[in-house]
């Protein structure tokens, strides 16, 4: 058997509802396959040791950092990512509020923040403004600030839970 076998295995997951089979190096990285091999590259890959939060996306409906998941611990598992949750609408309401409050600038964090929200959400009820800070406190922007994606995320909690969105609403 050759060393390029020998280092491979096979995985079998759902990405974003498909079925996808692939034969992955040992050593890849989830967000590296879901880049490389997939063209998803919502996710980004930046510090590579789970600090950022860049790479956040969904597996078995828990956010992870895609950094620090191996390609075939992902063996038989349901990954999301950002594109996939933008595909099915999911976070459509996220978006938009972290548009409508300037949350976002350069980008960059911004699908790793609306995964890591989105799974807040999921939660439901309507969490403190102090909740949303830890829950997000994993994802790091270098460019906007935190204020105006707490704002967001407040907005889209007190709306889904049927409440409207004004400014300041969300709790302390």
Do not use: K
Request: glycine share 14%; hydrophobic share 45%.
């Amino acid at each position: 058997m050759t060393e390029i076998i020998r280092d491979r295995i096979d995985v079998a997951l759902v990405v974003n509802g498909e079925p996808v089979e692939a034969r992955v190096p040992v050593g890849q990285h989830l967000i590296d396959f879901l880049r490389l091999e997939l063209g998803l590259t919502g996710a980004h890959a930046s510090c590579e040791h789970g600090v950022c939060g860049a790479c956040t996306i969904r597996l078995n409906g828990e956010a992870v950092r895609g950094c620090l998941t191996l390609a075939a611990q992902a063996d038989g598992a349901e990954v999301w990512t950002v594109e996939g949750l933008t595909d099915t609408g999911a976070i459509a309401d996220l978006q938009a509020e972290f548009v409508a409050r300037n949350a976002l600038q350069c980008g960059f964090c911004t699908p790793g923040m609306l995964v890591a929200a989105d799974e807040l959400l999921a939660r439901g009820g309507v969490p403190s403004r102090g909740e949303i800070r830890e829950h997000l406190s994993g994802n790091y922007c270098r460019c906007t600030g935190y204020e105006a994606i707490v704002d967001a995320v407040a907005a889209v909690a007190a709306a889904r839970a049927g409440r409207g969105a004004r400014d300041g609403e969300g709790g302390a």
